[in-house]
């Protein structure tokens, strides 16, 4: 394509290197200056919109002449048929792969997404999609049993949605550490690019597009974690391109959520009420802005019906309502869900899946360990007993917790945690020598802190850096240990000193299973653990 000088209206044209449509141009009403250092020809101010896909609609306005590097392209025109046209059954074949590969949104006796995606898809898997196509606006729980595939279900959905034009702006909200399986997982199977918003995205578009850029409408396929999603600074950032107050939030914003683990985005159902959470917080604003939402979870149910029911309207909230009982038939119109031990077998009866045995491997802990678990619970008892108020026994609850927990994790695990409570309570007793006393959290910070260590992370250090600003604001609410808890930690550390170094009961335990089963006699097996 030829380069012109100053493009027309509606001309492709490159400037800044990106690409865009001309809307309008203006001739300047100042004449060329003939004076040294002066204008010396007429200049034009050229709006543009962008046409690429991570800036769609993005404006733009440029004095051509001066802009470095720009051009405008010809425009294209349709090719003469200089050597003839085309025979008849090579247009006949044309014209049948453009209507098979044609869908209509009226249609719901035919797809397109199994024929478009890299799978081998099983006949349970088109369920959810023969639903969606079904529905007038897409309101799916998908609630299979794990390892059936919820994944390759819902990409099926997203593609046959794309294919028929009825979605476009897409959103995949998931725990951080399934990211780049979303991401993986739609590229490789449905041919379709996804990115992940987090803060490394957000510090790349501020360098290559300016401050100002909105993460959230740079690409019409994202993916995020709901834990990044539910801060501060992103939740701004999506209020940004919502509707403001008193403006129509029709025709939506964006086409369809997907909502991966979901049970994580469910009110916690603790006590006769069920408490929005920072996540479900998130969700409840979002969700009005979607024509379309997917939710996909593996346990729908966490044992408390208001919890379950408000998570079924987070879903549609025009058949299910907070605190009332769903109703059978408006739940199984919007929830698939499918067991292992439920699916016929296979055409030739053979079983779908091999069959899940439970074993448990039995640990005989030495006389030493179990002192020390001896230990640590009279500790707890102790701590417990002596708590002053609701605040220091909420702090005691969880940092007494989390010692148990890596207790039976590893003695690695235990000495450090141990040696971070440790530190923080000798810091908290100089300060009160000193009487400079430390500042301590309120209820309501600490909460905060401590379900950032609830969160999901993508990266251990994240996670470890996270519970350990939690062990210190906990550990500040402690009273001053008496003699005995004293003496009880120091025992406590010192077996942690030695017994990190040298493998627990359960390491060896462990190891010798596996060497029965998939190193029988010295000799590796075919047996593969997972």
């Given at each position: 394509m030829s380069i012109v000088n100053v493009p027309e209206q509606g001309q492709l044209v490159e400037v800044r290197q990106r690409r865009f449509v001309v809307t309008e141009v203006t001739k300047s009403t100042l004449p060329p200056s003939t004076l040294p250092g002066g204008i010396e020809r007429l200049q034009h101010l050229v709006s543009l919109t962008s046409v690429e896909d991570d800036a769609l609609g993005e404006?733009?306005?440029?004095?051509?002449?001066?802009?470095?590097?720009?051009?405008?392209y010809d425009q294209v025109v349709l090719p003469e048929p200089n050597t003839g046209f085309d025979s008849p059954h090579r247009l006949d074949a044309f014209l049948d792969a453009v209507r098979w590969g044609?869908?209509?949104?009226?249609?719901?006796?035919s797809l397109q997404a199994p024929f478009r995606s890299g799978i081998d898809i099983e006949d349970y898997q088109l369920d959810p999609l023969v639903r969606a196509i079904q529905m007038p606006r897409v309101n799916l729980l998908i609630a299979d049993d794990v390892g059936l595939g919820k994944t390759v279900e819902s990409g099926l959905v997203i593609q046959e949605l794309l294919i028929r034009h009825r979605a476009r702006r897409i959103l995949i909200i998931c725990p951080a550490a399934l990211q780049i399986h979303w991401r993986d997982q739609m590229r490789d199977k449905f041919g379709l690019e996804f990115r992940i918003v987090d803060s490394d995205l957000m510090k790349t578009l501020r360098r290559r597009r300016g401050i100002h850029v909105n993460p959230w409408t740079h690409f019409p396929r994202l993916i995020t974690s709901i834990d990044f999603l539910k801060r501060e600074r992103p939740m701004r950032l999506f209020r940004e391109v919502l509707p403001a107050e008193g403006e129509s939030m029709y025709p939506r914003r964006f086409d369809l959520m997907v909502?991966?683990?979901?049970?994580?985005?469910?009110?916690?159902?603790?006590?006769?009420?069920?408490?929005d959470s920072l996540r479900t917080a998130a969700i409840r604003m979002l969700t009005p802005h979607f024509e379309h939402k997917l939710f996909l979870t593996a346990t729908p149910h966490n044992g408390y019906a208001e919890s379950f029911s408000a998570?079924?309207?987070?879903?549609?909230?025009?058949?299910?309502?907070?605190?009332?009982?769903?109703?059978?038939?408006?739940?199984?119109?919007?929830?698939?869900?499918?067991?292992?031990?439920?699916?016929?077998?296979?055409w030739d009866g053979t079983p779908r899946f091999p069959p899940?045995?439970?074993?448990?491997?039995?640990?005989?802990?030495?006389?030493?360990?179990?002192?020390?678990?001896?230990?640590?619970?009279?500790?707890?008892?102790?701590?417990?007993k002596n708590a002053a108020n609701a605040t220091e026994k909420f702090a005691t609850e969880f940092v007494l917790k989390l010692l148990k927990k890596r207790l039976f994790s590893s003695p690695a695990a235990f000495a450090a945690t141990l040696e971070q409570h440790l530190n923080s309570l000798a810091s908290a007793t100089r300060s009160e020598t000193k009487k400079t006393k430390l500042r301590t959290p309120s209820l309501g910070i600490l909460r905060q802190q401590i379900a950032r260590v609830e969160e999901e992370y993508a990266e251990d250090d994240i996670y470890e850096e996270a519970t350990g600003d939690a062990v210190e604001a906990s550990t500040r609410l402690f009273r001053e240990p008496t003699a005995e808890e004293q003496a009880l930690l120091q025992k406590m550390h010192r077996w942690a000193e030695k017994a990190s170094h040298r493998p627990d009961s359960k390491t060896q335990t462990l190891i010798r299973w596996l060497h029965q089963h998939i190193k029988p006699n010295g000799d590796w097996s075919d047996e593969r653990v997972i």
């Amino acid at each position: 394509m030829s380069i012109v000088n100053v493009p027309e209206q509606g001309q492709l044209v490159e400037v800044r290197q990106r690409r865009f449509v001309v809307t309008e141009v203006t001739k300047s009403t100042l004449p060329p200056s003939t004076l040294p250092g002066g204008i010396e020809r007429l200049q034009h101010l050229v709006s543009l919109t962008s046409v690429e896909d991570d800036a769609l609609g993005e404006e733009l306005e440029v004095i051509w002449e001066l802009e470095p590097g720009a051009h405008a392209y010809d425009q294209v025109v349709l090719p003469e048929p200089n050597t003839g046209f085309d025979s008849p059954h090579r247009l006949d074949a044309f014209l049948d792969a453009v209507r098979w590969g044609a869908a209509s949104s009226a249609d719901v006796r035919s797809l397109q997404a199994p024929f478009r995606s890299g799978i081998d898809i099983e006949d349970y898997q088109l369920d959810p999609l023969v639903r969606a196509i079904q529905m007038p606006r897409v309101n799916l729980l998908i609630a299979d049993d794990v390892g059936l595939g919820k994944t390759v279900e819902s990409g099926l959905v997203i593609q046959e949605l794309l294919i028929r034009h009825r979605a476009r702006r897409i959103l995949i909200i998931c725990p951080a550490a399934l990211q780049i399986h979303w991401r993986d997982q739609m590229r490789d199977k449905f041919g379709l690019e996804f990115r992940i918003v987090d803060s490394d995205l957000m510090k790349t578009l501020r360098r290559r597009r300016g401050i100002h850029v909105n993460p959230w409408t740079h690409f019409p396929r994202l993916i995020t974690s709901i834990d990044f999603l539910k801060r501060e600074r992103p939740m701004r950032l999506f209020r940004e391109v919502l509707p403001a107050e008193g403006e129509s939030m029709y025709p939506r914003r964006f086409d369809l959520m997907v909502v991966d683990e979901a049970h994580n985005v469910a009110p916690s159902g603790r006590g006769r009420y069920a408490t929005d959470s920072l996540r479900t917080a998130a969700i409840r604003m979002l969700t009005p802005h979607f024509e379309h939402k997917l939710f996909l979870t593996a346990t729908p149910h966490n044992g408390y019906a208001e919890s379950f029911s408000a998570l079924l309207e987070l879903i549609d909230n025009q058949r299910f309502a907070r605190g009332i009982a769903p109703d059978r038939n408006q739940l199984q119109a919007i929830m698939v869900r499918r067991l292992k031990s439920e699916l016929p077998p296979r055409w030739d009866g053979t079983p779908r899946f091999p069959p899940r045995q439970l074993e448990a491997i039995e640990v005989d802990y030495t006389a030493e360990e179990k002192e020390v678990h001896t230990w640590l619970q009279r500790y707890t008892q102790l701590r417990r007993k002596n708590a002053a108020n609701a605040t220091e026994k909420f702090a005691t609850e969880f940092v007494l917790k989390l010692l148990k927990k890596r207790l039976f994790s590893s003695p690695a695990a235990f000495a450090a945690t141990l040696e971070q409570h440790l530190n923080s309570l000798a810091s908290a007793t100089r300060s009160e020598t000193k009487k400079t006393k430390l500042r301590t959290p309120s209820l309501g910070i600490l909460r905060q802190q401590i379900a950032r260590v609830e969160e999901e992370y993508a990266e251990d250090d994240i996670y470890e850096e996270a519970t350990g600003d939690a062990v210190e604001a906990s550990t500040r609410l402690f009273r001053e240990p008496t003699a005995e808890e004293q003496a009880l930690l120091q025992k406590m550390h010192r077996w942690a000193e030695k017994a990190s170094h040298r493998p627990d009961s359960k390491t060896q335990t462990l190891i010798r299973w596996l060497h029965q089963h998939i190193k029988p006699n010295g000799d590796w097996s075919d047996e593969r653990v997972i």
